[in-house]
C-alpha cells in the first residue's frame, strides 16, 4: 500500500527511518521538524515530488493545525499520520518547573491532539486512514525522573484509544505504538551503567533497534492491520511483561 503520509519530527531519530521507509515503499511524505538537518536536505533533493518538509515547532498549536491541510495542499490527501515528534526530559518531580511539565505536556500530548485532528478532518474527506501514535513503556511502567513526560504518554495512549472509537466509523484506524528503548539522539545520554541495566532486566537482552520499530509503524499503517483500531503495540524486548 502506498499513499500520503504526514510523519511529525521527521529529521532524526525515529521519525527520519520511518519517512525514508514509506519514501523507498513509494509514499509521499509532509513532515517538520524545528531544525533541517542533511538528512531533510538529501530527502529534497533526492524525492523532490514525494517530500515536503517545513520548518515547525510542534509546541506552535496554532501553525502545527494547518499542516494537515499544507500536506493536503501539496499531494491531495493524507492516509496516514504517524505521531512521532516527542521530547525527554529527565529530572526528580519535586524540582521540576511548572514551564518545564507544561512543555513536556504540550509537546507529548496536546501537539499530537491538535494534528490528528487537522489531518483526521482531511482523512475523512478521502474516506479514511491511519494514525499511529508513538507512546513509550514510560506510559507502562513508572521510572523515577520522567513523571510528566510519562504522564503526557499515557495521557495519548487513553486519548488514541477513545479516538478510534469516534472515528471508526469513518473508516479511520488509530493505534498505539509504544517502544521501550532504541539507540537515538534521545537515549544518547543514557549512562553505560544504566544500558547494561536496562539489557540485565530487558528478557531479550538489548535494546530494540530503530527498524524494528519502523517495521510496527509499517505494520499499523497496512492492510495486514485492516481490523485493528483502538490498541497498543508494545515493543520493548519484554522488559515490561
Ligand atoms: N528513543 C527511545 O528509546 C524511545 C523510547 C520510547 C519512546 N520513544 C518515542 O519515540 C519518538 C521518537 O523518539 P526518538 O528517539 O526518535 O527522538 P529524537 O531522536 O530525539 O528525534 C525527535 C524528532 O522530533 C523532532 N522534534 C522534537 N521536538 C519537536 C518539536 N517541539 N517540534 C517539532 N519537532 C520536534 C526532532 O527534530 P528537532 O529537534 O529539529 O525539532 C526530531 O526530528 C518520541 O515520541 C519518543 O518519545 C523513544
Redesign the pocket.
Known sequence: MTGVAVV??????????VCERLLADGWQVAT??????EFVEQAQDKHAADFHWSP?????LGRLRGFARIAQERFGRVDLLV??????HQELFLTTAVQRMEDLLT??LL?PMVLAQGCARVMMGGGGGAIVN?????AVRGYRGVAA?SAA?AGLEAFSRSLARELGPAGIRVNTL??????????AQVTADNRDRIRRRTPLGR??T?DE?VDAVMFLASPQSGFITGQRIIIDGGITC
Open positions: 511529525s519530527g521527521g529529521s532524526r531519530g525515529l521519525g527520519r527511518a517538520f521538524s524545528r531544525q533541517p538537518n515547525l515547532d510542534a509546541r506552535d505521531n512521532n515528534a516527542g521530547s525527554l509537546t507529548n501537539a508513538v507512546s513509550s513503556i514510560n513526560y504518554k509504544t517502544p521501550g528503548f532504541f539507540d537515538s539522539d534521545m537515549t535494546f530494540g530503530v520499530v
